[in-house]
């Protein structure tokens, strides 16, 4: 095992056997989210335009969700530091199952003509608003857990390899989606499905996720007797990979809430025929993923102020294709690069943020690189879709001004050029001091 640097503090409690079994299991508790969400996402158009829930509001159904999601990260992160990793991820799973179960009630019934097309938006929105509120305790504690066994040499790969579980989820959960479509629950099938795999993981967890409460973080290292670090967004050590992470996750949200539409309008067939072209779309885009995360990075040995250019790049070319593409399977390549684009740089910036900050900041850290995803989600679905209804390219020309920004800045940004090396981390950390030095009130930090 790689010894770690004075800034990253020790490696906890596990040995190699057991370190393996552990990420194991946060890798399934991420597959699963991820293969649940994106089967939902999948089969969502679909159900809007069956239910007779206009574009627009089915894609704001995750808003109110995302909302709690970018609240709640920060708050189950610090959680985590006091309570331990597990109990955070136990909650986040039970909080997935409950979410999914819930949101497949309102569906069936808006299916079968029981509800109004409003009562069910409404019903579909609280229930996945327990998703962002409560299901979203498990990413951050899954990625401190990770960073907290990790050496500073291996944290790229390692956060890479748990980032991956989110690109397989997105190939299994399109395979799988048409296949629980089963004739009583119809498109709702999906839902009561991962509800019950979210079950299956939770005791998983339960079981098997070691951890002891000597290594929580409070507990741990050298500083454990001093005050409890706490890392706020606009730290400079980590605001740039903030900023970065939100513009990106925001760009590829777009591709993502506007696919099941354009599939749609592109083959001029069935919203329910469309599902599964869209799942293969999706699965396209994920294989194109876990390219850059299983194979590229590691093969190519990539840092994440390469991954972070690089990955821009490519996003900013797909999202180009995509904009123009003059049938199905243009569509596909052009989503598919994207992607391969986001699979590269969710790495960089994650694993950026991670690299900027010591030991004991990592739960602070995940939980605000955890909220990225839900603030990420809260505008750019309704947005996008409305630019497509208005005119078909147009989100996805704003998604390129976008990267090519997101280039220029990964290149130009003193932090982001000088992650990963050995004076970037203390440089960081005294302009962070200057920065934070003005914005403590009397009543100390936010």
């Not at 992470?245 to 592109?266: E, P, R, W």
């Not at 909220?371 to 208005?390: R, T």
Request: overall charge positive.
């Amino acid at each position: 095992m790689s010894a770690a640097s004075p800034d990253a503090g020790p490696e906890v409690g596990l040995d190699d056997r057991a370190k393996g079994r552990a990420f194991a299991i946060l890798f399934a508790v991420l597959l699963s989210s991820a293969a649940g969400n994106t089967a939902l996402q999948t089969v969502l158009p679909a159900i809007g335009r069956q239910v007779g829930i206009p574009d627009v509001l089915i894609s704001s159904i995750f808003s109110l969700s995302a909302l709690l999601w970018g609240v709640m990260s920060p708050v189950w992160a610090r959680m985590s530091d006091k309570r331990g990793r597990k109990p955070m991820v136990i909650l986040g799973m039970a909080g997935f199952a409950v979410s999914m179960l819930g949101f497949g009630g309102f569906i069936l019934m808006g299916l079968k003509g029981l509800m109004a097309p409003l009562a069910v938006f409404a019903g579909a929105a609280l229930s996945r608003a327990i998703f962002g509120l409560v299901g979203s305790a498990s990413n951050p504690a899954a990625q401190a857990y990770v960073a907290d066994r990790t050496a500073p040499a291996d944290r790229t790969n390692a956060l890479a390899t748990m980032a991956s579980a989110s690109g397989l989820g997105t190939i299994l959960g399109p395979a799988v989606a048409p296949f629980l479509v089963f004739p009583l629950l119809t498109l709702s099938g999906p839902m009561f499905s991962f509800a019950i795999i979210a079950g299956v993981v939770l005791i998983l967890v339960l079981r098997g996720l070691p951890e002891t409460p000597e290594e929580i973080p409070e507990r741990v290292g050298a500083n454990k007797d001093k005050p409890r670090a706490r890392v706020r967004w606009n730290d400079r050590r980590i605001m740039p990979f903030i900023l970065y992470g939100f513009l990106l996750a925001s760009a590829q949200t777009v591709n993502q809430q506007t696919l099941g539409f354009m599939v749609i309008d592109k083959l001029g067939i069935s919203p329910a025929k469309a599902a599964a072209f869209a799942g293969i779309a999706m699965m396209a885009g994920a294989v194109a993923s876990l390219l850059a995360q299983w194979g590229l990075i590691r093969m190519l040995r990539l840092i994440p102020r390469q991954l972070l250019w690089l990955g821009a790049g490519c996003a900013g070319l797909g999202n180009l294709i995509v904009a123009f593409s003059p049938d199905y399977h243009t569509l596909v390549v052009g989503f598919a690069l994207c992607s391969l684009g986001y699979g590269f740089a969710r790495p960089g910036f994650t694993a950026g943020a991670s690299l900027s900050v010591g030991h004991e900041e990592q739960g602070a850290v995940a939980g605000a690189i955890s909220a990225i995803n839900g603030a990420s989600v809260i505008i750019a679905p309704v947005l996008g879709v409305a630019l497509y209804k208005w005119a078909h390219p147009s989100p996805y020309l704003l998604n390129v001004a976008i990267l090519a920004g997101l280039i220029a800045y990964a290149l130009l940004d003193p932090i982001m050029r000088r992650v990963g090396d050995a004076t970037a981390p203390r440089e960081a950390r005294d302009e962070a001091q200057v920065v934070d030095a003005s914005t403590i009130d009397a009543t100390g930090p936010h």
